[in-house]
């Protein structure tokens, strides 16, 4: 496994545009049904993998209103659109979101499995707990769970996950036409767990792929979110505005794993989502940022989208120019309840109004990642080397400026010997510079036979 510290890259496509940009789907490169459509998204990936990018990640949500982003309103389900691209591309890790709250673990699992299969090892999952508190509703309940119950749920889920892989030993197969023998049946293994969420008799009727497991990441920022990364995540998804607080955040995830979970900090990586614009010149990149800000961004519709991270609440019934409504901050506790405190707060100490308040989220994505291809290269490089993270997320949003980031960012990367020329490893735990985990019941079975 190479031990060099390389930078790691991630596309992120947002096909008729994500949050914040309601109107990306102007963009004539970009079909109308960009985000139902196979077609683009094996374009992207392959483009993606062009440029030897670790992986590409499918976001997803399942609770929408008619203010809903575009490509949020009507999207493909990630691992369904996963398991296509993996037979129209060889290299390129391929991460899906799954919610740990409304899915049965093992169905989920089997399906994350298969991924990794029809890939060749080339899966990741993305263990989210839902941020839209609405998403419970389509599920049989009234209400989204509690955040001790929707990180209790996580915990377990993963832990259940990683067991159920390790049904098979992977020798237990043994398909020997002369002998008759199809399976060494004490190399198949049931697992009855009863927990406080879930109980799951097993086996799993899957073998592990080529890298034992799909890889765990985690998204989500509160002390219970940090501390499911820190005990069980392989990569980090994460928001930093800036390398002070990439590295406030980089810091703490890697200490909590090394002091709290006993972890090697490597064996963790972090990668803040971040926005990109490439131009010919510094000023030139400014422009398009700023064009695409008017277009993208209206404040009207950031004003509909508002109440996402308040639990979809309707902030249109209040005066804009009155100081914000602080207590709306209920309305955020079982939906993105860290993003919403974070808004409240900076709206009270700033004392701003409801239009201030929109008006500074609506930038709040405002990027460093704007420029030339050297601009930009220097600033990843930049926030790399202060460890502020080990790699990006790069949104993809207009097709142009992405492969401006291929074809004109990246080489410069490979030039400086911070990035691949090339993929070393066919699996996304090879990408990443990840262990392959050991299957429990074989290293219980060496040890043994060592004691
Ligand atoms: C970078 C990032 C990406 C996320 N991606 C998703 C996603 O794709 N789908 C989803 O339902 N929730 C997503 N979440 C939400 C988290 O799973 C979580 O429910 C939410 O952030 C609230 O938890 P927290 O207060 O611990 O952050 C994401 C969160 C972060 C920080």
Known sequence: MASKREIHLGAVPYGTGGPGSHTLWLDPEIPGDASVDVAWFTEIAQLAERGRFDLLFIVDSQFITPYSPPHYLNRLEPLTLLSALATQTSHIGLVGTATTSFNSPFNLVRRLGSLDLISRGRAGWNVVTTGDAGTATNYGLDEHYDYDTRYGRAQEFVELARALW??????????????????????????????????????????????????????????????????????????APDIPSGQAFYDDIKTRARDRFGRNPDHLVVMPGIKVVVGDTDEEAREIEAFNNDRDHTFSAALAEFGRAFGWHDFTQYDLDAPFPSETLEHGRRSFFTQAKAVTERAVENGWTLRQTVEATR???????????????????????????????????????????????????QERGVFRADYEATTLRGHLGLPVPVNRHTAARTADVTA
């Open 166 to 239: 390790d049904s098979y030993e992977d020798d237990a197969f043994v398909r020997d036409r002369e002998s008759g023998v199809f399976l060494d049946r004490s190399k198949q293994h049931v697992l009855n767990h009863e927990g406080e969420h879930f109980k799951v008799r097993g086996p799993l009727n899957l073998v592990r792929s080529a890298q034992g497991h799909p890889v765990v990441f985690q998204a989500g920022d509160s002390d219970q979110g940090r501390d499911l990364g820190a005990s069980v995540g392989e990569g980090i998804f994460t928001h």
């Open 363 to 413: 930038y709040f994505r405002k990027s460093e990642f704007v420029g030339s291809p050297t601009t930009v290269a220097d600033k990843l490089i930049e926030w790399w080397e202060a460890r502020a993270c080990d790699g990006f997320n790069v949104g993809v949003d207009h097709p142009a400026n992405f492969r401006r980031f291929v074809d004109d960012v990246v080489p410069i990367l």
